[in-house]
């Protein structure tokens, strides 16, 4: 009974998933629909009620055959799929959703000079591995990641970071937010007290919160982040390069006394070394984790800054008697990078291209930022001060007015196109206001003063 | 003075960071070290001092110039790095730690055929698409994922697995646990209890667990899942295609009753569809979800199964009145998977090559769970009966002999390198004495006889 009645209707349900696949836009004009025979077999039903269903499909409009190009949906419907539902939302990072964008827009933080990256080079070796793909690629990769990416991680950290360490250290993971969590869970227990640098990076007191920590701001001054003077602070997230948003350096005093304290007070370091490669005056900085004698230092490296953000790949360096807890919660916290990701990473370590990439955009952003202060003081001066800063890859815009709205003004420019953030929106307290933006991607005087007289234009 | 200090010992730093990563094993014998004049920008040395440390290291052997190919680190060392520090550590999910393995083991769960996947046609299109990359590539990928993925797999569940919904309802992750840490966070709040099945895959309470959620057992029968009774259960996780690891299939009325539990309950429906493609008999069966007209079922999919598990990629459709709820988690649980990758999926499905696989592995499954079902009652009917199964990609042996201890056995097989899962850890209760072992990868009859033979000699 079931069943005869099934096959009395079911040229209706084919019909039905069609016609509303095309209905709700999924399906639009002049895209494939699966063959009468792989449908059918999709449904359980006969090859006759599928065609059936396409027959009546036809001969409202909705479908034609095309001979060797199958059944499509037609070119000409009469029906448009509703506008709302053609859009596929898009969103980058740190973007609100009401912002939504593939393209970068000028000044716009976090990416690295993408016009000098070797494209050609990557391409050419990412190609090679695509090609070499063979059964041993297509099984699960490491938890813990690639072990010859390990190796090399630990390797170039050991060389140019002064970072002693053995690759059974370095976990793979797919991101900061990744590397916080893993970090954060091996660590801490719920409701644990977590400093944060005051002002500081944003996302960083949200994933604390979300992974129900309780953050505590720890002001920073000129030699970078002060010494945490709450005793119940169980870990602190640091930015020693170039403290994020200030630039300011750790100093090396300073890097001891926080060593001091986290072994005094039976404390982590979370160190988030984002951009420490590029320093732009004096002297090169090795990593905090260099000095870290007590094993009170976990790293936190990425390769969205080095390389580019599209391969979602970062990395955490763990001190020697952690690594069986870190591996113990690799099942829940592994990056997952694809197998693929990690051998191109590895191919462009190994072959010599990333150590020698990095001393190029080395020197590129020490002029990049070079000319864009020059410019933005010439043209904006009376408006704004640059601060000096010894590395990183953004510029601090003060306004010389301390009235200023600096949030009203950052969205008033978002929304014309031009990025930028609020200094006082990356601190817990008021601040003189400010706009936090990147140079990295500017690549002419030129193409500056015109981006500056945009801005200029907005003030 | 400090940097006199500094200058007059500087070639002992140079000296100590290589001799270290030597004698630690991080460098290898043979493997290339920086070039003076690289290492000294980067420690901000002058390349005397540098040439200087190198001079001592080659004097005692350590390293040799070896004129075009660099100076690299003595092939004949005395000191041979530690053997422990010479192994990167690697695992597989699913393993315990003391059993570190690249290798698929015989019969082991959750990969699919990997001799039958199509790598030649996949390397050819995922070599194009790294060919091609450019400039937009490097930037970061949409949090929610890749806009054509996401139409891609609207389209393939809306025609293949019945499922109506937008791709704005679709969201890309990086695997399972992943999906189920999103799907948690945005619908439940801290201890709510969550319902698992009973027996079911163990890694689900793991997650619910760590995500500080109570996972409550909810027994499954003959025809699937039952109905939870208690009223707290806030959501309920469910494999309705083939039951893991029973491989019962959610009867229709069952499937109904539940759908209408939840609405009544306003409790959520986790479906784990984690295998549905693949049904060896009677009538394929679409997803509960597309019978979900009150929008309480969240829908769990993986492309390890189907394609393969190295891609590290899975997604999540949640009902479209959640999707702000969803996107507004994304910067805290976004799949990170990276943009060549989704690419690389997206061209596999639009290029028709999905939907075929599947169809070939459908068939290539049904084969070979018959071979496998038929020989292992001819060698092992005495010890063990197999469970008849409509679908899935593993297979339960019973013992005959209920006062078996199926752990023992299963840990005893994975020494000797056959691999196996108890059933008795995948159930909260006694149960009777099994294994759970996949089929899968066995190619031949007389692969599978050799298996079965090496099998009984441990038994």
């Given at each position: 009974m079931q069943k005869s009645q099934n096959k009395l209707f079911a040229y209706k349900l084919v019909y039905k998933r069609i016609h509303t696949a095309i209905l709700e836009g999924v399906l639009k004009p002049g895209e494939r629909i699966p063959s009468a025979r792989a449908l059918a077999k999709e449904m359980g039903l006969s090859r006759g009620s599928v065609e059936e269903g396409y027959a009546l499909l036809k001969s409202e409009g909705f479908i034609e055959a095309k001979g060797q190009a199958g059944t499509r949906v037609s070119q000409n419907l009469i029906e448009q799929p509703k506008p709302s539902l053609n859009e596929v939302t898009v969103r980058q990072p740190g973007f609100t959703t009401d912002l939504q964008t593939t393209d970068i827009l000028p000044f716009q933080l976090g990416?690295?000079?993408?016009?000098?990256?070797?494209?050609?080079?990557?391409?050419r070796m990412a190609a090679r591995n695509a090609r070499n793909t063979a059964i041993d690629n297509l099984t699960y990769p490491s938890v813990y990641g690639l072990p010859e990416l390990r190796l090399a991680i630990a390797q170039y950290l050991n060389l140019y970071r002064g970072v002693q360490c053995q690759p059974t250290q370095v976990f793979i993971t797919s991101g900061y937010v990744n590397s916080i969590k893993w970090i954060?869970?091996?660590?801490?227990?719920?409701?644990d007290k977590v400093g944060v640098e005051d002002p500081g990076y944003p996302l960083t007191k949200l994933i604390l919160e979300n992974e129900r920590l309780t953050p505590a701001f720890v002001p920073v001054d000129g030699s970078g982040v002060t010494i945490p003077k709450e005793r119940e602070i169980k870990a602190l997230v640091v930015t020693p390069a170039h403290q994020s948003p200030t630039c300011v350096s750790l100093s090396l005093q300073r890097r001891q006394m926080l060593l001091d304290w986290a072994a005094g007070n039976d404390s982590w370091i979370i160190e988030d070394d984002y951009d420490g490669e590029y320093r732009h005056t004096g002297l090169p900085l090795p990593a905090l984790k260099s000095l870290d004698t007590q094993d009170r230092v976990i790293y936190s490296g990425t390769f969205s800054k080095v390389l580019f953000p599209n391969l979602r790949t970062a990395y955490i360096v763990?001190?020697?008697?952690?690594?069986?807890?870190?591996?113990?919660?690799?099942?829940?916290?592994?990056?997952?990078?694809?197998g693929l990701t990690q051998l191109c990473i590895f191919n462009f370590m190994q072959e010599g291209?990333?150590?020698r990439h990095i001393q190029r955009m080395r020197k590129l952003y020490r002029k990049r930022r070079e000319f864009a202060a020059k410019l933005f003081a010439q043209y904006l001066g009376n408006n704004l001060s640059i601060e000096p800063q010894p590395g990183?890859?953004?510029?601090?815009?003060?306004?010389?007015?301390?009235?200023?709205?600096?949030?009203?003004?950052?969205n008033k420019l978002l929304h014309e196109g031009l990025y930028s953030q609020a200094l006082s929106q990356w601190s817990s307290k008021k601040t003189h206001p400010g706009l936090i933006l990147s140079f990295t991607n500017i690549k002419t005087e030129e193409e500056c003063t015109a981006l500056i007289l945009r801005l200029k234009a907005l003030l």
């Open positions: 990416i690295p000079a993408l016009d000098a990256f070797p494209f050609k080079t990557w391409a954060t869970k091996a660590l801490l227990s719920p409701d763990v001190p020697q008697n952690l690594v069986s807890r870190f591996e113990q919660l690799s099942d829940l916290y592994a990056g997952n990078v694809a291209h990333f150590t990183g890859m953004h510029m601090i815009l003060k306004f010389n007015d301390p009235s200023c709205n600096d949030v009203e003004i950052a």
